[in-house]
DNA sequence: ATGAAAGCGCTAACAT
DNA sequence: ATGTTAGCGCTTTCAT
């Protein structure tokens, strides 16, 4: 049943009464006598009327729609299970405030200047979310020149951005922390790219936790990878000669690599080499040994901006907010500890 | 420099000339002169005007933004890579064709009730990609009806509707015959959801391979999982007393299951047991032994989706069209050739 | 080739 | 509480 093309008119006329109160019961006004809201109702759902958003946005100059930009959707962000999870958090966010979710995935340097203008001055968007990637430092001081309401997924230091990030810092300490408690002497650390500012903070955890023991910080102990399973392999190999005796490794996947090239090696985790990860991807409870970690909401942070930014577009915006969720360590058995 | 809100008529004004001409210039149409024409882009390019795309499509009846639909968006659609890579192929095709991307997931089936007129009639999606997920089954043909222009992510029989897929069918029968050639008698499957149109077409390339060498089919031979590497492993564990000598599992990520369930009876891959998984993802080449696998182009079917329905969007629909890019075979070493 | 004018379907003053 | 009306910024006939 190919419904014919019915306008806010012709419920009106349908039921007995004007544009504007139909209008008005469409958005919940207040002055509405209930007599009026019943009729208007009844003709909608009999009609299956459903108003036209566009119209609807020129008029009151707001789309319902909220951006979720990517700055550099390369290829490694897809190999992580992170990304997925945060759209999923977002989209839930979205979908429960009824606003719909736009992506806008940044694959080069020349797309994001393409699109930057769509994001930020058209009025087809009421806010964004941005991932704070590496490349999303050189675009979120732009966004904010703009006057996009935003809000940052992970830490951003500009006072006028809002954001939502997981305990990174703390997890790491946690993590080290861990791994000391229990008699390692060498610990190492797999670390994710240095403009990330998940992974700056969780090499910052691991350089606390050693100093808080009054450890002397080893930097022959300390690689660089790219949060991809691959670039981990390669770092744990690079590693190995150091001989550390424990490895917080900043993500789970890239735990996966760790775990590969020690066994490659001949060795084996816990017993040579202790193993921490990050994340509580389902994966840690596949591996053999089960991979201790630290677990982060990263669906919840998708949630939280997506809500935290509409909150923002409802009540006006107050003074940026900074939410940063805790993280926990989830002991198995790659750590040594049983 | 926040811009001030400009609009077409002050356009036409600075151009010294109608909206009228400004609207040609905007939108390419030939009956312009080049004198006007060229005032009107300088004008632009100073003051950085950008048309507003709400008003834009209120009048024009078209937004340009195109819906992305995944219908039941559960937890493990999220844990298999498969889903990103479309994503961001989906993503891309937008991008190069100046559309935008609306995402919907439905994480429930009252999240789909409650979007599906949004998605079906409303005026804010020119249409939409669908995945054909075992929900999707029953999306689709709402959706056919309601005459939303829209292209299916796999394989889908109804006639009206448009599709891309990836040959599943002829994947599976590589990937079986394969394991024929090299001398193995009890070949294994690990399927995939029964709904799954990918899953089923594996499962009936499984079923071809074997029956095009005669081979009988033996039924404790096949069992269904639900594309995670926990599932996997579990179904691995069910196939092991049947003794199998090789395994087509229907994913990279169930074959990474499959592996460790073998690993953990203590049975060698690909001496024991040869396996040979579907995909080709990056973690296929950080197993060892390096997994021997089906290719297909998962980012090149979003791109391909996307660009399908935008051609019929822009050029008028004509029949529907059925695309179904090629699979390949990647030898690798668990399937024990080499 | 150009401009005038009529909408697109809705919201939001404003008047009552 | 309700109805009238003026836009929102653009595209698109329709004249010229």
Redesign the pocket.
């Known amino acids: 049943m190919p419904t014919e093309?019915?306008?806010?008119?012709q419920?009106?006329t349908l039921a007995?009464?004007?544009?504007?109160?139909?209008?008005?019961v469409?958005?919940n006004?207040?002055?509405?006598?209930p007599?009026?809201?019943r009729q208007v109702l009844e003709v909608i759902a009999e009609t299956g009327?459903?108003?036209?958003p566009?119209?609807?946005s020129?008029?009151?100059?707001?789309s319902n729609i909220i951006g979720l930009v990517v700055p550099l959707a390369i290829r490694s962000l897809f190999e992580d299970p992170f990304f997925p999870r945060l759209i999923q958090g977002v989209s839930q966010g979205c979908n429960t405030h009824d606003y719909t979710l736009s992506l806008f995935l940044f694959h080069s340097q020349e797309e994001e200047e393409k699109l930057f203008d769509g994001v930020s001055r058209n009025?087809l968007l009421d806010g964004v979310v941005v991932t704070a990637t590496r490349a999303g430092a050189a675009l979120i001081p732009r966004l904010l020149e703009s006057g996009v309401p935003m809000v940052v997924q992970g830490r951003h230091e500009d006072p006028r951005a809002s954001y939502v990030d997981s305990d990174n810092l703390s997890g790491a300490r946690m993590a080290v922390s861990h791994l000391l408690r229990l008699g390692n002497q060498r610990i190492a650390t797999i670390a994710g790219p240095a403009g990330n500012t998940a992974a700056q903070d969780r090499r910052q955890g691991y350089l606390d936790a050693l100093q808080a023991r009054g450890c002397a910080v080893d930097d022959a102990l300390i690689v660089r990878s790219d949060f991809t399973q691959a670039g981990a392999y390669e770092a744990m190999k690079r590693l190995l000669p150091r001989q550390p005796d424990a490895v917080f490794v900043a993500s789970d996947t890239m735990a996966m690599g760790a775990l590969q090239a020690i066994r490659g090696a001949g060795l084996s985790v816990p017993d040579d080499i202790a193993l921490v990860g990050f994340d509580d991807l389902p994966q840690a409870t596949m591996v053999d040994p089960l991979l201790t970690t630290i677990r982060q909401p990263i669906r919840r942070m998708g949630v939280l901006a997506a809500e935290m930014l509409i909150d923002g577009l409802e009540n006006g915006a107050e003074a940026p907010r900074r939410v940063v969720l805790p993280t926990e360590l989830v002991i198995r058995g790659s750590c040594g500890s049983r």
Chains 1, 2 share one sequence.
């Open positions: 093309k019915l306008t806010i008119r419920i009106a007995g009464t004007s544009r504007s109160s139909v209008s008005r469409l958005n006004h207040p002055n509405v006598s007599e009026v809201r009327y459903q108003p036209d566009i119209a609807r020129l008029s009151s100059r707001r009025q």
